[in-house]
């Protein structure tokens, strides 16, 4: 039987590594990566956080001055296209996964139809009669 859940589990990551949503998040990385506005915005974050962050190690409270530079460098992030691309490339690669991974936890709870609600990842008819007891 463990031959046969790793040979399942070889399956599952090909597919995965095929998915149009790999794919598209590979793509939108390259061309974020390829953006040199987009790599500035994402060093001067970085460097507004690890500032943000040090203070608070050292037990200081950030100034407003250095909470409102993040929240402008994080807008401007936001507004990068390709950051933004990526974003919403990364998004839909995490939704596919969670969607894999609530099947693997219902088939673990023992859910026959492989549905697991607790994330609210059921869709109507997508567990069957109701099957995962959320409503759908």
Same mark, same amino acid.
């Given at each position: 039987?463990?031959?046969?859940?790793?040979?399942?589990?070889?399956?599952?990551?090909?597919?995965?590594?095929?998915?149009?949503?790999?794919?598209?998040?590979?793509?939108?990385?390259?061309?974020?990566?390829?953006?040199?506005?987009?790599?500035?915005?994402?060093?001067?974050?970085?460097?507004?956080?690890?500032?943000?962050?040090?203070?608070?190690?050292?037990?200081?409270?950030?100034?407003?001055?250095?909470?409102?530079?993040?929240?402008?460098?994080?807008?401007?992030?936001?507004?990068?296209?390709?950051?933004?691309?990526?974003?919403?490339?990364?998004?839909?690669?995490?939704?596919?996964?969670?969607?894999?991974?609530?099947?693997?936890?219902?088939?673990?709870?023992?859910?026959?139809?492989?549905?697991? /609600?607790?994330?609210?990842?059921?869709?109507?008819?997508? /567990?069957?009669?109701?099957?995962?007891? /959320?409503?759908?």
């Amino acid at each position: 039987m463990t031959n046969e859940i790793i040979e399942n589990a070889q399956l599952l990551a090909d597919a995965i590594a095929r998915s149009s949503e790999l794919a598209e998040l590979h793509s939108k990385e390259d061309a974020m990566a390829a953006d040199p506005s987009a790599q500035e915005l994402i060093a001067e974050l970085q460097k507004a956080q690890e500032r943000f962050m040090l203070a608070q190690q050292n037990g200081e409270e950030p100034s407003e001055a250095d909470k409102q530079a993040v929240d402008e460098i994080e807008a401007k992030v936001e507004a990068n296209a390709a950051i933004a691309a990526y974003m919403k490339a990364q998004d839909e690669f995490t939704v596919m996964l969670d969607r894999v991974n609530a099947i693997l936890a219902g088939a673990i709870a023992g859910d026959s139809n492989g549905c697991s /609600c607790a994330d609210d990842s059921c869709s109507p008819g997508g /567990c069957g009669s109701g099957g995962c007891g /959320c409503g759908n």
